[in-house]
């Protein structure tokens, strides 16, 4: 069985039990797979015209991304826990919200009874960063906390967990509430070793400058001159029309991230970040993907 047809099965026994312990029908509950985020599952009924409707909704990465662990809670614990509260939303007698009487209802139905789970989460909107703290434990960060970090403001964890700097490195692991199938590797831009490749790039490039060393490295990406976009912008084009013409026409001649920030400094007068906050903004109009700039 596919990893969503388990979990279908799952419901389909816990069904039946909650027919037989507490006499309560649940096949008119509603199930669905499109919850993102944080949460595992997520219970809910609504009234409308005198009817009522019961909704039971589970989180589609957790299912799919391939972690058996992450299956196996969604499947033993997930399932009763959300129809648990379905249960008492038809028989309010029996318990509400996380109570005891909950509590034993999800466990009759199948279920651990704990309230939460310990599935590693991504984040529904914007970018998920995992970092290893200073103490070597793995955690992971919403975009805005990843910002303040990367501004010099320390994330401290409790139980021993430690601190998140802008030294630690981190991966990227989802997208929009979507688990990567292969974390993308990125270190701090003052990671010590960050840090000595700068280093030893700049003393590579004053010796190339010096004519010390007659062959470079590697040779410089070139980028759009600022002549050829002055020129376009004495005829009104707008900085953020620019900019984008800059970004396509440089991505699709193979420049990279940095080379295109560059050219759009020269031209536009922006600082660097501003032009990588346009750069943002305008990479999904233009067709350049998250993967490139993140």
Not at 79 to 104: K, S, T
Not at 242 to 265: D, F, N, Q, T
């Amino acid at each position: 069985m596919t990893p969503q047809q388990q979990v279908q099965e799952k419901c389909r026994q816990v069904v039946e039990a909650a027919k037989r312990i507490y006499n309560v029908d649940l096949s008119v509950v509603r199930v669905g797979f499109n919850l993102k985020g944080r949460v595992a599952g997520w219970a809910q009924w609504k009234r409308k015209l005198g009817v009522t409707g019961y909704t039971v909704r589970f989180n589609h990465d957790m299912i799919v991304r391939g972690d058996v662990e992450a299956l196996r809670d969604m499947v033993e614990n997930t399932v009763p826990h959300e129809f648990a509260h379905i249960v008492c939303y038809m028989r309010p007698e029996l318990g509400r919200n996380h109570d005891g009487g909950w509590q034993r209802v999800c466990i009759a139905l199948g279920g651990t009874g704990k309230r939460t789970h310990d599935v590693d989460v991504v984040y529904g909107k914007g970018t998920t960063y995992e970092y290893t703290t200073d103490r070597g434990h793995k955690v992971r960060v919403s975009e805005r906390h990843h910002a303040r970090v990367q501004a010099g403001m320390p994330l401290r964890y409790r139980k021993g967990l430690g601190t998140v700097t802008q030294s630690c490195a981190y991966s990227i692991v989802g997208i929009q509430g979507r688990t990567l199938a292969t974390p993308i590797v990125r270190q701090a831009d003052n990671h010590p070793d960050q840090v000595e490749m700068a280093r030893r790039a700049a003393m590579v490039e004053e010796l190339r400058r010096r004519q010390l060393v007659i062959t470079p490295v590697q040779r410089p990406t070139p980028v759009p001159t600022p002549a050829l976009v002055v020129r376009a912008a004495a005829t009104g084009e707008s900085k953020a029309a620019i900019s984008r013409r800059i970004m396509l026409s440089g991505y699709k001649a193979g420049h990279g991230y940095e080379a295109i920030i560059s050219a759009m400094i020269a031209a536009n007068g922006y600082d660097r970040q501003l032009a990588r906050g346009t750069f943002k903004a305008n990479a999904p109009k233009v067709g350049i993907p998250a993967s490139f700039y993140a």
